[in-house]
């Protein structure tokens, strides 16, 4: 009984934050295709992001083809300490998830996240989905049967500004404060 008096109360609650939540108060994960075209033949590749968005960027046959991309990380490379490390669950298979964990310091820029099939039948064997800032895990899909062999993480790497600590402010202070009473106590 007392569950179900909790439950007429705290109902209300949940209902109003349902609706905030469709009203756009959260943000909504995106849900990208590439190519979007999918007839018979083609395989069409979707990734989810679980906040920022993504967008289709380039796709084709055989191996992942970005010119002038910087490569931070691939999922069949071991992982160098120190460095981004992307993570995708399920390779062998059509879906799973993705994530992305950019070092203490350091911001994650012009993010490109490439999928590759591990059977060349269909066309596009790869595609490659651009990242705005901040999407760094998210789902990805790919609709024919043969499963993903490998992601490819490009990017860039910038150093994170690094505030002065307020501590470091203080000291500053401080130090200024006793200047100008040492030059106060100087006979003249």
């Known amino acids: 009984m007392f569950f179900l008096r909790y439950f007429a109360r705290a109902l209300p609650a949940v209902a109003v934050t349902a609706f905030l939540a469709g009203a756009g108060s959260v943000s909504a994960a995106t849900v990208v295709s590439c190519p979007g075209t999918a007839i018979t033949t083609d395989r069409d590749f979707t990734v989810g992001t679980d906040s920022g968005s993504a967008s289709c960027l380039a796709y084709g046959p055989g191996n992942v083809s970005l010119p002038g991309g910087n490569l931070l990380d691939k999922t069949d490379d071991r992982d160098a300490p120190g460095s981004v490390i992307l993570s995708v669950s399920g390779l062998g298979g059509t879906s799973g998830f993705w994530s992305i964990l950019v070092p203490t310091g350091y911001t994650l820029t ?24 901040g999407a760094l895990s998210g789902s990805w899909s790919v609709d024919k049967k043969h499963g993903l062999s490998h992601a490819d993480l490009y990017g860039r790497l910038e150093v994170s500004e690094v505030p002065l600590p307020a501590t470091g402010l203080l000291l500053l202070a401080g130090l200024g404060g006793l200047a100008v009473l040492r030059r106060r106590r100087k006979p003249a």
């Open 110 to 133: 012009n993010a490109i996240l490439a999928f590759k099939t591990g059977v060349a039948m269909y066309n596009p064997d790869w595609a490659a989905f651009s990242l705005t800032d």
